[in-house]
Structure formats: C-alpha cells, structure tokens
C-alpha cells in the first residue's frame, strides 16, 4: 500500500469505484481543487445531467480525497509541460506537477502523463 499519492480526476474517480480497474490503494488521497469540477463533467455527463445522480456519485468521489490542493500555483508549470494540445488532459498534467513537487506518485486514468521523477499509477 502507498503512504500517499496524487490523484487526477480518474485516479479519484477509480479510487471511488466510478471507473472499472484497481488503482492501488493509499494511505492518503490528494487532489487538486479544480480536479472536482472534472469528476463533476464526467458524472453529468454519465448521468445525462439528471441532478440527484450526479450529485450522489460526486459527494462519494470527492470523499476519497484526504488533502485538496489549490491549483493557481501550478498553473504556468501545468500550461508549459502540457502544451496546447492538452486541454482536456489539463487535470491529469497539473496533477502530474503536484505529484513531482511532493514527491509522491500519482494515480490516475490518463495515457497522456509520463513522468522520470515519479511512478505513475493507472487502474488497468
């Protein structure tokens, strides 16, 4: 068992039992704040924006988290590492530079991220 990761919006939402596979499990989950709002577009969009669903499976994917982080010291490092291709794989690389300043790794459901500093979880 991990001590503590980093979790990007799929790496919650496996840790939550939203997503199919087993990421491995950890101690302590932390997240960016603004990963909840891509757990919130992907559970509306699953539940076809019916609110009582989508707001039941919200409160039980963020519950995961033990830390929340605020995201607007990352921004200029996510952008950069990033590149302008990757606006839906934001969530996933600033995840990614948190899990590098901490030192710890990261769970997630993105092929996008690749790291040499940190060991990079997915749940398949």
Known sequence: MLRSAVCDAGGMLASAGMLEGEPPHAEELLALDWSSITVGRFLAARH?????????EVGTTLAV?????????????????AGLQAVD??????ALVLAEHLKVPLLTASDEVASDIIDIHRPW
Do not use: I, Q
């Open 65 to 81: 988290v033990d830390e929340w982080f605020p995201v607007r010291n990352l921004v200029t490092e996510t952008v950069s590492r």
């Open 89 to 94: 794989a934001l969530d996933s690389w600033s």
């Open 48 to 56: 076809h924006g019916r609110p009582a669903a989508t707001e039941v």
